[in-house]
């Protein structure tokens, strides 16, 4: 009738193994340190990660992607699991409390091509899953991505970084909602396949086929989706601005819309047509498979007042990672600055 209670301290070496952390961890080398007691009802734990590699992904995208150095505590008390720091997911409503700068040792971090990621996570344990995570991408290199992981892509290159706030519950993808941004600059992209059709489709001049300057993306997470609030493509000698949705399976529908000047466009069949569009806004429809785009020129008589407020003036498009918003769509300060 007595309760068993149990205590532990307990260093695990790990070579080549496998776990399910609501997603599935593998090639997992290195190792974790646990120290917790149970005291018959409850169990309290703490943990540190200090792991040499693992690879995340390879179900998602049949191509295993590998992260080093991964290092960071995580503790289970009440019924609630934490990874990194609990208040950068969820930050004092009293902001005289907020701590100035969490510190990168009590963050779950990790090396990724040849940039830095940051994990946070907090899940409710109990029942059914409730959590709630925050992660950064810093100076990751666009072209080890394509070396490591896009065949065929070798001409692509920048600098990304980026942030993104997820919440949910269970294991459903439905229930995933959040809130992201991506910035590469400098960028060079036109031989992502999505890229060289728009060109194609427009039959732009060939010297207008200069890598984009920077490249600027909001997106929001809802129903298996990414809705693409705001693509922003900056060149100096062509610019786009685009919105959209990508599904989770690969499809999409993405409008895109540029300025285009007249010595821009070649099209050899009507010349009237060329001059139309050369003297405003010229958009183009893509949609398929991001694998396999396929694009259609956007008549401009469809250019009604919602879209030209859209578009605004692209010259002012000013690109800024400074403001972060959590996984319930309110502003909080960027993690650099905490």
Known sequence: TDNISAAWNVQVVLAGSSLNAGMRVEDIHGRIDLKGDFDGKQTSL???????????????????????RVAGPFRLREGELTAGSREIVLPPQDPNKYPARIPPAERITGDAIDGKLTLDAVADV??????RANLTLSQGRLERYAQQYLRGQTDLAGIMNGWLNLSGRGESAD?????????IEPAALYQLP????????????????????????????ENSRFNFETIDLIGDAISFKGRGVVKFDGAMQLDFYSMLARDQVRFPIIHEIAKRLSQGWVGVKVTGHVGYP????????????????????IDSVQPSLMKTGSSNGSKQPPTETR
């Not at 703490?46 to 080093?68: A, I």
């Not at 109990?126 to 959590?131: D, M, Q, T």
Request: glycine share 6%; hydrophobic share 45%.
């Open 126 to 131: 109990r029942a059914e899953v409730i959590y």
């Open 175 to 183: 229930q995933i909602r959040g809130r992201g941004k991506l910035l």
């Open 194 to 221: 999505l890229f060289v059709q728009m060109f194609r489709a427009l039959r732009l001049d060939p010297s207008a086929r200069a890598a984009f300057e920077r490249a600027s993306l909001d997106f929001n997470i």
């Open 46 to 68: 703490l943990g540190r990660l200090d792991l040499d590699s693992v690879s995340v992904l390879r179900h998602e995208t049949g191509v295993p992607h590998q992260v080093t």
């Open 294 to 313: 396929q694009t259609t020129i956007i008549p401009v008589p469809e250019f009604d007042d919602a879209v030209k407020q859209f578009l605004g003036s």
